[in-house]
């Protein structure tokens, strides 16, 4: 692909500003927003940025420059709101090093730059199979009409009179398994997991039927390598802005940009979405397939998390997830917070989080929105867990340090009494104690904290500093 075949692409409305050697091909096309780009690319990229740089001192001159050193093809500058116009000093930099720039209107996401790239290159990676394979015009005349691994199915499938279907690591991708199923290795790269599913051994089939399925499969791999080109593209740029929304140590400002280059809409609505199952790899991409481009999804240690455009309330977007991950057998739990722009996305994550939590302690599947957490407790997971860990054994630590050198059970037995709600009687009879060594076990507490269990404000802090040493 050429840089001109890109700046005519008609669906992207790129503006150029500077016409520089377009008729150079691309080797890829890179978002990027630090300080000395060229560090980290080949040459003959296209750069894609929306001038975060700046936000840290670096001048324009000083970013092309060194993208010009590092031989880029062209540059594309995004405009995000409130921006209407390129920085002018940013088009007289590329104007003296003699480099292509373009302006990437608001509508335009960086992802369908990188998908029109893509896509193209797929086309230039079919041109010699389609030269060496003439016998495969059927499933080309297919691909033109429309692209996907479906296209290519429903054509193999014709052609043999048979039912077929493609299983990745993640399940079923496309088709519908024939039984029995002879599976068939898809060879491409990282293509290892994936696979074709016959009705029959390919040696049984004839001579017309394993040609069928041989000349379709280099087209079904093609598909899936850009799919996920694409797909890794966006998860890597999702889990960053997770990582950064968590932290909350990143400017409004670059989380802005980020939804905008995912093809999302900074001011909202959007929601939080956090999903607990015993298989969050498969279950990150299969709410990624839900959400389509109205969210993203990635896979975060355990759980799966996911910003989602809300098209009407929260409880529908929850019902809509579980609805649509319940239907395995599997039990997930899933969480939802509030909805707003780029400002409100930290704390819809922590609300969601804390939903799925909430919801994990049961043993069969369901949902929780922001509306329903009705706990203060919600508090505790938005503050630092060195300063829980430290403030819970302020109060707790002589408890603790009782405990471990004498073999006690004075924390333990502190739960279930307050987990009781303070009811002498249930909470030896959960612990299988007389009363009264329960009772003496309490003013054991009480001397060693200085806090009286009669009073409640320190059962509060004495409940509130147990529920902090078992989240951290």
């Not at 400002?253 to 900074?266: A, E, Q, V």
Request: with cysteine; charged share 25%.
């Amino acid at each position: 692909m050429l840089v001109d075949d890109l700046l005519r692409d008609p669906g992207l409305a790129l503006q150029v500003r500077v016409r520089g050697e377009v008729a150079r091909p691309i080797r890829w096309v890179h978002t990027i927003e630090i300080s000395a780009p060229g560090r980290f690319l080949r040459g003959g990229e296209v750069v894609l940025t929306a001038g975060v740089w700046r936000s840290a001192g670096i001048t324009a001159e000083e970013f092309v420059s060194d993208l010009a050193e590092a031989d880029v093809a062209a540059v594309g500058f995004g405009l995000v709101p409130p921006e209407t116009e390129v920085p002018e000093d940013f088009i007289e930099a590329a104007r003296e090093h003699g480099m292509t720039c373009f302006v990437v209107p608001v509508g335009t996401a960086f992802l369908q730059i990188v998908e029109a790239f893509v896509s193209t290159k797929r086309a230039e990676w079919e041109r010699p199979l389609r030269r060496h394979l003439g016998q495969h015009d059927t499933i080309v005349a297919a691909l033109r009409t429309r692209r996907g691994v479906e296209t290519v199915l429903r054509t193999l499938s014709g052609q043999l009179g048979l039912p077929v279907a493609v299983r990745g690591g993640a399940g079923l991708i496309e088709g519908e398994a024939p039984e029995p199923s002879y599976p068939l290795p898809l060879v491409g790269e990282g293509l290892a997991d994936a696979e074709l599913l016959l009705p029959e051994p390919l040696e049984e089939l004839d001579v017309e039927q394993h040609a069928a399925v041989v000349q379709a499969m280099p087209f079904i791999a093609l598909e899936i390598e850009r799919v996920r080109a694409v797909r890794a593209t966006e998860v890597r740029y999702a889990w960053e802005l997770f990582e950064w929304v968590h932290s909350g140590t990143v400017e409004i400002g670059t989380i802005r940009t980020r939804l905008h280059s995912l093809g999302l809409p900074p001011d909202g609505p959007l929601a939080a979405v956090v999903l607990r199952s015993a298989d969050p790899d498969a279950d990150s991409v299969r709410l990624g397939d839900l959400l389509g481009t109205g969210g993203v999804a990635v896979q975060r240690g355990g759980e799966v998390a996911a910003f989602a455009q809300v098209r009407g309330t929260g409880t529908e977007l929850a019902r809509r997830v579980h609805d649509a991950l319940d239907g395995s057998g599997r039990v997930v739990h899933i969480g939802v917070g509030q909805s707003g722009g780029a400002a409100e996305l930290r704390v819809s994550l922590l609300q969601a989080a804390h939903a799925a939590e909430t919801m994990s302690s049961r043993s069969n599947s369901g949902w929780m929105t922001h509306e329903q957490l009705s706990s203060p407790a919600l508090l505790l997971s938005v503050q630092d867990p060195e300063l829980l860990m430290a403030t819970s054994k302020a109060l707790l630590g002589p408890v603790l340090d009782h405990d471990e050198r004498r073999g006690g059970d004075l924390l333990p037995s502190l739960a279930v009494f307050l987990d009781a709600g303070g009811r002498w009687q249930e909470a030896a009879q959960q612990l299988h104690v007389h009363i009264n060594t329960l009772r003496h076990r309490m003013s054991r507490i009480e001397e060693l904290t200085g806090r009286s269990l009669s009073r409640t404000s320190d059962r509060v802090d004495l409940y509130l500093a147990l529920r902090a040493l078992r989240q951290t």
